[in-house]
């Protein structure tokens, strides 16, 4: 039997790779079915699978520009912006987890950032520090570990405190709207809740779509990453703490091309639903290849640290835990909770009852964590989308973005 094993797993690489270039000839199918012959005219080469946001933006809007900027503690930041004469309201679109600018012009025209521009926004797209087109210090190289060592916390303290600054003052607008996406809406509680009278100040309305922001235990998989919790965190005190832990490793790229190949096509969406929530019918073959290639961000060890704790905390939006050092940074042993009744920045919040990630029962209580003055606008609750579907699901736009739009369209 083994050395059965062994002959298989050493041709089935042969194979992906022999047919991995034709797959990539026409690499868009209509269906999973159409996968297993891509050279029909159900399938298709999209050229947004191997572009870049600006490349992509191009290609369908005809314009955008790059904004370069620096935040307090040194990083520099690339905002894209899709530019528009006479805007209703100007936007900051504010990327996931693993993620970049890419996730929100990944669709083709039904794309999220050019709903907005359509719409008549002045369109922002976020790169948060360590990603693609923000990757840069003014003193830190990227190869340095340094460059590593921050969480979502800082993404919240310094990167969105300097966007915003930022786009109120190039648009001359006195403030501006703020979508944030899974990780996205908890860089905007952790900005909201430490800068509560500068958040107030620049955004109108923070869009909290599915927020990444309390964990408490439930039937998904991060349940089995918490005994690993201890050695991780054991690791990351020694002198590496914060290397860089790659989302583009070599069993990624390995991942990647065996999805190229149609036996293992649908793999994909079997992955998402264990882990974001069962939708099957939410799942669609065209994005299959355009999902994947939005996850390509680096991501810092503290960062996958920090939501580990909160997780393992019993889902408490909990400040970092240095241990030892908690004390000195803090002035208690333990890391303080993020003051959530603290925000004066209104807050419209979106989920779904079938995210696994971020369960209703974590936005309920959320919620209830909020000041009513922040809860004017309310919250919109929604049934067919897990967690990944807010990006890629069939029904995105209706169901959650053209609601965005209605009330924006109210309040405006």
């Not at 065209?286 to 390509?296: D, E, G, P």
């Not at 959320?366 to 890629?392: C, M, P, Q, R, T």
Request: proline letters at 5%; glycine letters at 6%.
């Amino acid at each position: 039997m083994l050395p059965q094993k062994l002959l298989f797993y050493s041709v089935l690489p042969i194979l992906v790779l022999i047919f991995h270039p034709l797959y990539t000839q026409n690499n868009t199918c209509r269906t999973y079915f159409d996968y297993i012959n891509i050279f029909t005219g159900d399938c298709y080469y999209n050229p947004d699978i191997d572009s870049d946001s600006v490349q992509v933006i191009q290609r369908y809007i005809g314009i955008h520009e790059e904004h370069t900027l620096q935040t307090d503690d040194g990083y520099i930041l690339t905002l894209i912006r899709i530019p528009r004469k006479n805007a209703k309201e100007v936007i900051l679109l504010q990327h996931s987890f693993l993620a970049d600018s890419k996730i929100w012009v990944s669709q083709f025209n039904e794309s999220v950032a050019f709903l907005f521009w359509r719409a008549g926004f002045d369109v922002w797209l976020s790169n948060s520090r360590g990603t693609f087109y923000s990757q840069k210090h003014v003193t830190l190289n990227i190869n340095n570990p340094s460059f590593w060592n921050y969480s979502f916390h800082e993404l919240g303290y310094y990167d969105l405190s300097a966007q915003t600054k930022y786009i109120t003052r190039a648009t001359q607008r006195a403030k501006i709207v703020y979508l944030g996406y899974s990780m996205g809406g908890t860089i905007g509680l952790v900005y909201g809740s430490t800068k509560p009278e500068e958040a107030a100040h620049l955004i109108k309305l923070a869009i909290l779509i599915a927020p990444c922001s309390h964990f408490s235990p439930s039937e998904n998989l991060l349940k089995f990453f918490v005994p690993l919790y201890c050695k991780i965190h054991e690791f990351s005190r020694s002198e590496v703490t914060a290397k860089i832990m790659p989302s583009v490793n070599w069993q990624w790229k390995i991942y990647k091309g065996f999805h190229f190949v149609f036996p293992f096509k649908k793999s994909l969406a079997y992955i998402i639903g264990l882990i974001h929530g069962w939708t099957p019918d939410e799942s669609d073959p065209k994005f299959s290849h355009a999902l994947l290639a939005c996850i390509r961000s680096a991501v810092p060890l503290k960062l996958v640290l920090h939501y580990t704790q909160i997780y393992k905390s019993g889902g408490h939006l909990l400040m970092y835990d240095y241990g030892d050092k908690n004390l000195e940074l803090y002035g208690q042993k333990e890391p303080p909770l993020y003051p959530l009744d603290k925000i004066k920045v209104p807050i419209f919040l979106i989920h779904s009852l079938n995210d696994l990630l971020s369960t209703p029962d974590d936005n309920e209580y959320l919620y209830s964590l909020l000041s009513d003055d922040v809860k004017i606008y309310g919250k919109l609750k929604i049934e067919g989308l897990n967690h990944a579907d807010f990006a890629f699901g069939r029904h995105r736009n209706e169901r959650v973005y053209e609601k965005i739009l209605e009330l924006l369209k109210r309040i405006d």
